[in-house]
């Protein structure tokens, strides 16, 4: 080779290897305050053989725990949900879950049906990043950049984190080779107990249609799920202090029936179910906590035992091996997190490591 | 579209293939379109402006060129050197007509967007002053971007054309690439048609020489620009909003900032502008040699925005003092005040006057006005004083090479800019006197120990990189001390990983630490504004 190619060909490696090094020491590694940016890339680790695809917002990875699931039905589920997460990056982490695998039932939780616009650009990244590349991922941020937003970011996200050189710290040193685990097939484990307060109430609202938008990516969801021939279920999750007026609600009662789909709306069960909101809620109401999270789990598997007939898995020993593997952890890191409750009266870890 | 967003860049990008893509002989066309594209993107009604400007250039030029062609023509039929004097006056008299026309149009145009307001604005205060109850309403023109540059370049070149130093471009739409040349326009240099019109029309195809070279050049500008001066900028804005807040050392603080910003942004920017032309084979003037070494403010001036100190020294001041009028004004007064002072007044007269004028070129403001009669009065300080500096040199013959009588120098001069700068950044001319004056009566070094920079809105880390960054600039002009082009000493002196190294760090410090994207406004440059 000519020494000139040489330099060229070094020069350009090294100039990568430099990009991508400094692009990955920088970005955020979601390993302590904020774990929710981890939860979407977990999944293309997760081994793509689900019976349960559960999509949504908080109210999906915090309330439905699927080591319960597995442990009471022989169901495999998973979670791809993220703080905020709009209706249009559901539908289309939808559409990449389904590049991989064919679940048996899809529930979507219908709280992000409020908002019709982009909202903001933490959450969208939180969503948005993790995502593998694919059609489905170019449609998702095309539909929820905000002004502020540059797609040229999301193509490089350093252009994003550049500044937090600043506050470059151990934790990006040592998640610098591997991504630190944040979750249980997308549920988020918290054992701690903060207690329904006073809940205030909600501030009137102008106008309680939900926007064209959101209606538009429903139906978007329900032909896909359609289209694939996998019963889809609406679902609200039970949390007192999230406000979800009775106009909402039958906005997607009628929604539901308009299209043959089943709507729980799993406020009207909290007896049923189990809940104690003094006990079963880790910040006042917003979201359940893991015990409260496994009840949840416990009374909705019930259902779809009973209207989707799903089997019990158990009995496959390969899925079992795994599974079992997940559940050892989920309950170390549940028994780790009281040890640390009791001493701390705080959690100081929040991963699943 | 500023210099430093995403879409410039996508702009060179789609303009390199365009051009690489079209036949030698027509590509100045492509930049005569890219050019346009880009000034569209300032306000598509701006090309009005350009496009008048352009026009009227074109047709004034072309009735000098005819002139002087039938000048030529009648003189080779006669041997007559009275008679070729004649038609040689008659022609000049007929060509400052046209050139008479076209500047009164050109600065016409200039003067009416740019300073409307500011005659309306001391109109009306003049009658406030008189009593009178009514006043004019601002008019508010938009001001079209580079403006003031584009206008003096084109001055530049109906005069060169009129003293026949260049000839008339027949073809309209090469003279709308040289005015309108998109790396330029934004803040200049102030080019000379004899220079860059070797290069601006050769269609020299893309190659890897000099997009290298022009890309190492970009690269630095964007480096100064976006790691130096729009990360510190904030603490300047913080600084001279509030200036009774931040008197004394403060204000001392403040200058010396604002020189750094002003020096980084002005040649950061000027750096894209001559590194893109290099990267199509354009050639462009230099507008800066390490102006922070000057040990005196005329070798300052020659050495800060050279291009628009020399366009004011060759079309007006030299003009202008060579006048006929001044040259009588010159016999006047040394019969009146003797040989001495009655040659140099006059000339005093000419250097304030076109200060004037430098001043209300960069803005139409008092501060502006008076920054630029500052200018003048130290300079003409300067010159008066040349006696006894000289007598100085004369005593202590050694101190013209003495290190420490050097850098003495040097800090005076940095010093004196900074407070003559000072015009630029606080409001009113009242207001910068005194924060000059808060220097002796309030300076308050302990207030500035104890509350420190932590008011400035910016972080330590801030400092820390804007510090890294200039110590990089310093090695960099450290490099090129000889005169040499830093790019040449590091090809020649440097091993080529060491070289690719230097570029990448530079690549890579403006990557991180630059101050662009989310979080940040993003600025356009300092002179832009002028």
Same mark, same amino acid.
């Given at each position: ?22 692009? !990955? ?20 680790? =997760? ?17 439905? =725990? ?14 791809r949900g993220t703080p905020q997460q709009l209706i249009w990056q559901s539908y289309y982490l939808l559409q990449d879950t389904l590049r991989f695998e064919t679940p048996r039932v899809i529930v979507y939780n219908v709280l992000s049906m409020q908002y019709n616009e982009p909202q903001n650009e933490a959450y969208n990244r ?6 593998? *590349?694919?059609?489905?991922?170019? !449609?998702?941020?095309?539909? =929820? ?52 307060? *006073? ?27 359609? @289209? ?12 007192p202090a999230t406000p979800w007026p009775d106009r909402w609600n039958q906005q997607i009662v009628d929604f539901a029936h308009q299209h043959d789909l089943m709507y729980i709306n799993f406020f009207d069960y909290i007896d049923d179910i189990g809940l104690d909101f003094n006990y079963h809620t880790f910040n006042a109401g ?20 009973? @209207? ?14 795994? *599974? ?30 | /579209? ?157 005069? #060169? ?8 471009? +027949? ?23 004899? /220079? ?33 001066? #729009?990360?510190?900028? +904030? ?11 931040? /008197? ?15 020096? /980084? ?37 020659t050495r800060w925005h050279i291009t628009m100190y020399m366009w004011f020294r060759d079309y007006l001041f030299y003009p202008m003092t060579l006048s006929k009028g001044m040259l009588r004004a010159t016999k006047f007064c040394r019969r009146v005040l003797g040989d001495g002072l009655g040659k140099r007044l006059p000339v ?183």
């Open positions: 080779m000519r020494p000139a190619i040489v330099k060229i060909v070094v020069g350009f490696s090294a100039f990568v290897l430099v990009f991508f090094g400094l692009q !990955r020491l920088l970005v955020p590694k979601y390993a302590s305050d904020i774990l929710h940016g981890g939860l979407i890339r977990e999944y293309y680790r =997760s081994g793509f053989d689900h019976d349960i695809l559960f999509i949504g917002d908080c109210e999906v990875f915090a309330n439905f =725990s699927p080591i319960a699931l597995w442990e009471e039905f022989g169901m495999t589920s998973f979670i939180l969503t948005l990043d993790g995502m593998r *590349w694919g059609m489905p991922k170019i !449609r998702a941020i095309s539909a =929820s950049m905000t002004e502020e937003e540059d797609w040229l970011s999301y193509i490089f996200p350093l252009l994003r984190f550049k500044d937090r050189w600043r506050e470059i710290g151990a934790e990006d040193f040592r998640y610098f080779f591997r991504d630190p685990r944040v979750s249980v097939n997308g549920f988020v484990i918290r054992a701690d107990v903060r207690p329904v307060g *006073w809940i205030p109430a909600p501030a009137p609202r102008a106008n309680y249609q939900f926007g064209d938008k959101a209606y538009a990516y429903l139906e978007r969801i329900t032909r896909l799920a359609a @289209t694939h021939d996998i019963p889809l279920i609406l679902v609200k999750a039970p949390s917003l979201h359940l906590n893991v015990f409260g999270a496994e009840k949840l789990a416990r009374f909705f598997g019930g259902i779809l035992q009973e @209207t989707f007939d799903l089997p019990d898995r158990r009995g496959e020993a390969a899925l079992a091996a795994r *599974w079992g593997e997940k559940a050892d952890l989920y309950h170390r890191v549940v028994a780790r997190q009281l040890a640390e409750i009791a001493r701390y009266g705080t959690i100081k870890n929040l991963l699943v490591e | /579209m500023l210099f430093t967003s995403a879409n410039f860049l996508l702009f060179l990008l789609i303009l390199f293939a365009l051009y690489q893509a079209i036949p030698q002989r027509y590509r100045w066309a492509t930049l005569l379109l890219g050019s346009m594209v880009f000034y569209a993107f300032s306000g598509p009604i701006f090309l009005l402006y350009i496009c008048a400007t352009i026009i009227v250039s074109y047709v004034c030029t072309m009735g000098m060129r005819r002139i002087w062609e039938r000048c030529d023509y009648i003189s080779e039929g006669t041997d007559d050197k009275a008679l070729r004097k004649q038609y040689k006056a008659e022609a000049k008299a007929a060509s400052k007509r046209w050139l008479v026309t076209a500047l009164v149009i050109v600065l016409g145009l200039l003067a009416m967007v740019k300073y409307t307001d500011f005659v309306i604005g001391n109109t009306n205060t003049v009658l406030g002053w008189m009593g009178a109850d009514r006043s004019f309403g601002f008019m508010r023109f938009a001001l079209p971007m580079g403006i003031s540059f584009y206008t003096f370049q084109t001055v530049g070149y109906l005069i #060169d054309v009129h003293r026949q130093k260049s000839k008339a471009l +027949p073809n309209p739409f090469r003279l709308a690439l040289f005015v309108s040349f998109f790396p330029q326009v934004v803040q200049g240099p102030i080019s000379r048609f004899d /220079m860059l019109g070797k290069t601006l029309y050769s269609g020299e195809s893309l190659n890897g020489h000099n997009l290298t070279r022009g890309g190492m050049r970009v690269l630095l500008g964007f480096f100064k620009k976006l790691v130096i001066a #729009d990360r510190l900028w +904030p603490a300047l804005v913080v600084l001279t909003s509030y200036p009774e807040d931040f /008197m004394g050392a403060y204000y001392l603080f403040s200058i010396g900032l604002y020189a750094v910003i002003l020096f /980084m942004d002005f040649t950061g920017g000027i750096d894209i502008t001559i590194g893109v032309a290099e990267m199509f084979g354009i050639k462009m003037p230099e507008n800066f040699n390490r102006p922070f070494y000057s040990r005196s403010i005329q070798e300052y001036w005093h007269i000419s250097l304030l006057w076109v200060w004037f004028l430098t001043g209300l070129w960069h803005g139409a403001t008092w501060n502006f006005i008076a920054w630029g009669l500052a200018n003048g009065i130290v300079i003409m300080l300067a010159q008066e004083l040349t006696p006894l500096k000289n007598r100085f040199h004369a005593r202590f013959a050694g101190a013209k090479t003495n290190r420490i009588f050097i850098c003495l120098q040097i800090l005076w001069t940095f010093w004196l800019m900074n407070m003559i700068r000072s015009f630029d950044i606080y409001a009113g001319v009242r207001n910068t006197f005194g924060m000059m004056g808060s220097v002796v009566t309030d300076f308050g070094l302990g207030d500035f120990l104890t509350r420190g920079l932590s008011e400035l809105t910016l972080y330590t880390a801030d400092y820390i990189a804007a510090g890294a960054g200039m110590l990089v600039i310093f090695w960099i002009s450290y490099l090129g001390r000889d005169g040499t082009d830093y790019r040449d000493k590091l090809k020649n002196n440097f091993h080529w990983v060491a070289r690719y190294a230097v570029v990448g760090l530079i690549f890579f410090m403006t990557l991180v630490l630059g101050a662009y994207g989310h979080g940040y406004d993003a600025r356009q440059f300092i002179y832009n504004m002028f």
